[in-house]
């Protein structure tokens, strides 16, 4: 059986490794439209436990998970 490499992304909330695609900022307009249309589609995971949302980290699954974390640290805990 294969081990999840996960890494913490806040508040004990983690995310596997191998599913990041990317980790962006959610301040720019596009990210904003892809937060809005995962919100819709119900893949949005809202990790930020009602923080202040810093990074939107995006998965070969199509889900958006929200982080209170910059994604400067996330990428580093990477």
Same mark, same amino acid.
């Given at each position: 059986?294969?081990?999840?490499?996960?890494?913490?992304?806040?508040?004990?909330?983690? @995310?596997?490794?191998? =599913? @990041?695609?990317?980790? @962006?900022?959610?301040?720019?307009?596009?990210?904003?439209?892809?937060?809005?249309?995962?919100?819709?589609?119900?893949?949005?995971?809202?990790?930020?436990?009602?923080?202040?949302?810093?990074?939107?980290?995006?998965?070969?699954?199509?889900?958006? @998970?929200?982080?209170?974390? =910059?994604?400067?640290?996330?990428?580093?805990?990477?």
């Amino acid at each position: 059986m294969e081990t999840a490499n996960l890494v913490n992304i806040g508040l004990g909330n983690n @995310v596997s490794i191998n =599913r @990041v695609i990317a980790i @962006v900022s959610p301040e720019s307009a596009p990210t904003k439209k892809i937060i809005n249309e995962a919100r819709e589609k119900g893949v949005l995971i809202d990790a930020t436990n009602g923080r202040k949302t810093r990074a939107a980290i995006i998965t070969d699954s199509g889900h958006i @998970v929200l982080s209170m974390l =910059r994604p400067e640290t996330v990428q580093e805990r990477l």
